[in-house]
């Protein structure tokens, strides 16, 4: 079975880019607890606290430690802006 990736994924920091990626789904460690962002979902912007950011896509699933951040999502694009 393929993974439709339909989703925009960039994960930033102060010093780099660390990841550009075509995703079907990202899962977040928001402040107010773990949520997750498939396609077509409704615009957000929330702060993230300590964990992992885990996206599935044609490669797998993988994931990414973040001590702090936050991100924006709307019309299936998410940027992630974290201190690593």
């Given at each position: 079975?393929?993974?439709g990736c339909h989703i925009s994924l960039a994960v930033l920091t102060p010093e780099a880019t660390l990841l550009e990626k075509n995703v079907s789904k990202v899962s977040?460690?928001?402040t107010k607890g773990c949520f997750?962002?498939?396609k077509d979902h409704?615009?957000?912007i929330s702060s993230l606290d300590e964990g992992y950011i885990v996206f599935e896509s044609v490669d797998g699933e993988e994931k990414i430690y973040i001590?702090?951040?936050f991100v924006e999502a709307s019309y299936n694009k998410v940027t992630v802006c974290v201190e690593v």
């Open positions: 079975m393929s993974i977040l460690p928001g997750m962002i498939l409704a615009p957000i001590r702090s951040g």
